[in-house]
């Protein structure tokens, strides 16, 4: 840890939104798309994204989730923009931004989720976009543009979109499972086959879905009960991880807390792999890709960010990892074209209004830690 | 330049001691700086003399975990004792050249990274791994056996990976020692238990002390092997440390777990040492 | 310490091989009751491996042990009633010396009372009383062999087996614990089976000795039988000195008339039932039963030349080259004795009565590899 480092906290204190409300039910999905983004909008731009050069550098490093992209992605930018493209990955938001945080550097871009964006904006660790070197921002269907963790797409722009919920192998499972409640419930029957996401939002968030508070609450009573619900469940759990792909294929494990595009690679393997949208309601997230704070490659990254939002690149990555795109235009590029009514990847309509975006403030995140910390202990 | 009393030049030691400052000492300052400060905002560390962090560590989650972890240590030190103990016997009976084709075997598996030898086991002890199909195979049980993401697993693993580390100073103390002493106790009427107890392990003590020392304090800190085949059943005070760090980022409270680790190690070393200090004086001494 | 019982100790055919080496081979001796027992031989000759069959620790191939009329050959060593005394002392370094002395009777079973009373009773016969609480590190050699005595001892053994345990002894404490130990045996009575390669040791110490070399048992006997009618070249060397002659028996009636190899002298030698006209010999002659002869009166007389005189305080040692031999005469040293006159490279005539000149019948196939070429190297250099 270097000093400049340390001194570099003091300097930037969080700054607190106004518009982190809690319990924004279906903040994107209903309100947002109002403002109007893009690269014709006339905005001042950030510090850094003034010093963007036009010319692109000849490499771009990328610290993304492990199998995040469709493999014929980034030989696709390569060719095209002459950019070689080298990819380090990590396992969860929290990996990443403690390894941002500890310095990790050379890295030009990140995929944060929507509430670790704006922890990274608060940390100082992500450089402020220049539009007018992104015009598919233009492309971005306006449900997914401004989004409340980042509004005018200042820092990020979207990159795929998923929910929170559960799959089960109905081989091994003989109940149809539908809640959060019938997750909880069947884990004394079904002991040891479960895994959950080695990661503290997803899972504190629910078993307040379950409860039926909001995936956001901050009320200690709430995070409490939660809390006893997860250290009663917690001996039933095999494994907590997020790639659990492998275990639930072989069946070593009949059920996961896990994000849809996860289940629906294991239904490649697995056919009898079901993915519920429990009714209760759940998160739902974008992934999104942001340039780092310092990062040694901004044109070629702006020139990533820009290529991430054709319709062509998002319908060839949503083919390949089951999440949703996030560009107007995609579905003509999905293989197959069944995918675009495959409900796990595109929740209907009266499923979505059912579902929250995750929302981070330093209260939130801390009541989630310590909880998490006691899920884990139990 | 000045000269120590063997006639040696003092700066002879000055690559460790920075070698120490940097890569110890100053390391060691960070944690104990982060574990007196507060996490602020999100993630960002206020310093100071605080000392919430450490009242948080009496929370009885937390020191459940680490009385967790000394149950895990204590066992897998115990195991390592119970298995190394009759091999380091074994080897230091053999003659030379099985000796050295013996201890070959000891220390191949170190040549290899240990989060690959961790993750065999994963292979092994899974339910339909190795283990459970030998045992299937043979009969032993009719269903599959399950110790994968067990602490038994975490057990398996730890002693497997610090094995060797007992072995060696037990095989260097049963090797030091004089045969002809376990002859002498059996001439003067004890027999093999009676001899083990009252000659072989008082001489082989230090050895014994040594080997625990070795085994027990990397296992309190252990994180790869119960991070890999403990699954969800096994949070140990390094996995606390890792959780801190990486998911909780709070790392004021990190530092202080660390902190509360450091302590163990050093009550365990000081234990030792004063053990071995005694014998010393006895005139037994010597750490080997 | 008073006598609780010696026993004797019969070894019956007992062979013993580690690998292809054969350590013992069939060695068959009885120990009698209170007797002082010396095994001697070089390094390497079988004695220890003898001496730890008996103790327990090594199991014979073949053979029996018996022991006070019972077999013992495969009883555990912490069963048998005999105690060692190890070469090195073997004394538990993490126990004082009384600790020490005491710890053969922690699980004897005894009382108390009796326990503390052979305890001290063990200290007062080897005189450590006043050192009952220092450590084995904290002992000079002779007392750490004093403890290894007392240690034994205090079990009462039937049969106590010392293992050279005089050896890493200095020469002059040697010499006094010689003293102590032959009359700490004749005390306590016990009988004692005592391994040594110092042919004097096993002379002044023992009722009876049995010299081995290369695993087999060549000669049992009182020291003086040993010394004075060894029965094989090797004895008669390793046991003292002699010279060597090697000849052809020419008649056996009686007295043994030995043709001379390289002089063709006849010598007339003591009687040897075992030797026929014809047998090659070798005719051995001890340094100091030589002697000068003024005139060629008596039978054995031989003539050479001196090559040299060594003055070795209490006697003079004189090289006489004889035919091809060099012979080793031995005098006291008086100032009356002829040879003080001669000069080095004087023809000189020495004698011995024919009683001292022994027939040994070869036995080179008893010695092995390593014996025969000690032999020609004593034989080269005159002893």
């Not at chain 1, 050379?106 to 608060?122: C, F, K, Q, S, W």
Request: proline share 6%.
């Amino acid at each position: 840890m270097d000093k400049k480092t340390l001194e570099g906290w003091e300097r930037h204190p969080v700054t607190r939104r106004g518009f982190l409300t809690a319990g924004a039910a279906a903040a994107f999905l209903a309100a947002c798309g109002k403002t109007d983004v893009g690269p014709q909008t006339s905005r001042p731009t950030g510090a850094a994204s003034g010093s963007v050069p036009d010319e692109l550098e000849a490499t771009l490093s990328v610290y993304n989730w492990a199998d995040y992209v469709n493999p014929k992605t980034y030989p696709a930018f390569e060719k095209e923009y002459g950019v070689k493209l080298t990819e380090d990955n990590y396992p969860s938001n929290e990996d990443a931004l403690a390894k941002l945080k500890a310095g990790a550097s050379g890295y030009d871009i990140v995929a944060p989720t929507g509430y670790m964006v704006e922890i990274m904006i608060a940390e100082g660790l992500l450089m402020e976009l220049d539009h007018s070197k992104i015009p598919n921002l233009s492309n971005l269907d306006p449900q997914f543009a401004s989004l409340p963790f980042d509004p005018g797409n200042r820092y990020s722009v979207p990159k795929d979109f998923g929910t929170t919920g559960f799959g089960y192998r109905s081989k091994f499972v003989s109940e149809e499972m539908a809640s959060w409640e019938d997750f909880f419930s069947l884990a004394s029957k079904y002991s040891g086959r479960y895994t959950v996401l080695d990661s503290p939002p997803e899972v504190v968030g629910a078993a307040l879905k379950m409860l039926g508070y909001s995936y956001n609450s901050v009320d200690p009573k709430e995070i409490s009960e939660a809390t006893d619900v997860l250290v009663k469940f917690k001996p039933h759990v095999r494994k907590l991880t997020s790639s659990m792909r492998e275990i639930m294929i072989s069946g070593e494990a009949y059920i996961c807390l896990t994000w849809n595009g996860e289940v629906g690679y294991v239904a490649l393997d697995a056919p009898d792999a079901v993915y519920v949208i429990p009714a209760e309601g759940t998160e739902v997230w974008t992934d999104n890709y942001s340039i780092v704070a310092g990062a040694p490659h901004p044109a070629a990254a702006h020139a990533f960010l820009n290529y991430s939002l054709e319709p062509e690149t998002q319908g060839r990555d949503t083919s390949y990892h089951y999440y949703g795109g996030v560009v107007e235009g995609e579905e003509e590029f999905l293989d197959p074209k069944s995918i675009a009514k495959n409900p796990s990847v595109y929740p209907p309509e009266d499923v979505k209004a059912k579902l929250e975006i995750a929302q981070a403030t330093p209260e939130w995140t801390r009541m989630r830690n310590e909880a998490w910390t006691k899920f884990k202990a139990a | 330049m000045g000269r120590s009393a063997v006639g040696e030049p003092r700066w002879l030691i000055a690559p460790a001691l920075i070698w120490i400052l940097v890569f110890f000492v100053a390391p060691l300052m960070f944690m104990v700086a982060f574990s007196l400060g507060v996490n602020e905002g999100f993630f960002t560390v206020k310093f100071g003399v605080h000392l919430d962090q450490f009242k948080r560590l009496f929370d009885p989650i937390y020191l459940n975990i680490y009385k967790d972890t000394l149950v895990m240590a204590g066992t897998g030190t115990l195991l390592c004792l119970l298995i190394g103990f009759p091999f380091a016997y074994f080897l230091a009976t053999r003659t030379s050249r099985h000796r050295n084709l013996l201890f070959l075997l000891v220390i191949v598996p170190f040549w290899t990274s240990l989060l690959i030898r961790t993750y065999s086991w994963v292979l092994i002890l899974g339910e339909q791994g190795l283990l459970s199909d030998l045992l299937q195979g043979i009969g032993v049980t009719q269903k599959p056996i399950d110790i994968l993401y067990t602490n038994q697993a975490v057990l398996v693993g730890v002693v497997y990976d610090y094995l060797p580390l007992m072995v060696f100073p037990l095989f260097v103390a049963i090797d030091r020692m004089d045969r002809s002493l376990i002859e002498a106790s059996r001439d003067l009427g004890s027999g093999h238990w009676r001899t083990f107890r009252q000659v072989t392990v008082p001489l082989v003590l230090p050895g014994i002390l040594t080997g625990c020392l070795l085994t027990f304090i990397p296992m309190m800190g252990e994180y790869v092997v119960p991070t890999i085949l403990g699954g969800a059943k096994s949070f140990l005070v390094g996995s606390l440390v890792a959780n801190e760090i990486l998911t909780a980022i709070d790392w004021p409270f990190g530092a202080a777990v660390s902190m509360g680790l450091i302590l163990v190690m050093l009550v365990t070393i000081f234990l030792y040492l004063r053990i071995l200090g005694r014998r010393a004086r006895e005139g037994l001494g010597s750490i080997f | 310490m008073t006598l609780k019982g010696s026993a004797s100790l019969e070894l019956e055919g007992i062979s013993k091989s580690f690998g292809s080496v054969r350590a013992v081979d069939h060695v068959s001796l009885t120990v009698r009751p209170g007797e002082f027992y010396a095994l001697l031989g070089p390094s390497g000759c079988g004695k220890t491996t003898t001496l730890r069959l008996v103790a327990g620790f090594e199991q014979p191939d073949e053979g029996r042990i018996v022991l006070a009329d019972e077999e013992i050959t495969r009883m555990a060593p912490n069963k048998r009633r005999v105690n060692t005394v190890f070469q090195h002392y073997a004394l538990f370094p993490h126990l004082t010396v009384e600790g020490n002395v005491a710890y053969g009777l922690r699980h004897d079973g005894l009382d108390k009372t009796t326990k503390a009373e052979r305890l001290e009773e063990a200290l007062a016969t080897v005189r450590l009383k006043e050192l009952r609480e220092r450590y084995p590190r904290e002992l000079s050699g002779g007392q750490q062999q004093r403890v290894a005595l007392a240690r034994a001892l205090v079990k009462q053994p039937q049969v106590l087996l010392l293992d050279e345990p005089l050896a890493a002894l200095d020469l002059k404490l040697r010499k006094a614990m010689q003293v102590q130990l032959k009359s700490l045996q004749e005390s306590v009575g016990i009988t004692f089976v005592y391994v040594t390669h110092d042919q004097e040791e096993a002379l002044t110490l023992s009722d009876r000795i049995a010299v081995m070399s290369d695993g087999k048992l060549l000669q049992e006997g009182t020291p003086d039988e040993i010394y004075e009618r060894p029965r094989s070249r090797f004895v008669a060397d390793f046991i003292g000195q002699s010279n060597f002659l090697g000849g052809s028996v020419e008649s056996a009636n009686g007295r043994v008339a030995v043709k001379e190899t390289s002089t063709g002298a006849t010598l007339l030698c003591a009687p040897n039932p075992d030797v026929k006209p014809g047998d090659p010999v070798t005719v051995a002659i001890r340094p100091e039963k030589i002697y000068p002869v003024g005139d060629q009166t008596s039978s054995n007389v031989v003539q050479g030349r001196l090559m040299s005189t060594s003055y070795l305080g209490s006697f003079v040692q004189y090289r006489i080259q004889v035919g091809q031999h060099d012979l080793v005469m031995q005098r006291q040293s008086d100032v009356d004795d002829p040879a003080r006159s001669w000069a080095v490279g004087d023809s000189v005539s020495v004698g011995w009565n024919e009683d001292s000149a022994l027939v040994l019948t070869d036995d080179h196939e008893v010695a092995g590899e390593e014996d025969r070429r000690l032999l020609e190297v004593t034989e080269h250099s005159g002893l």
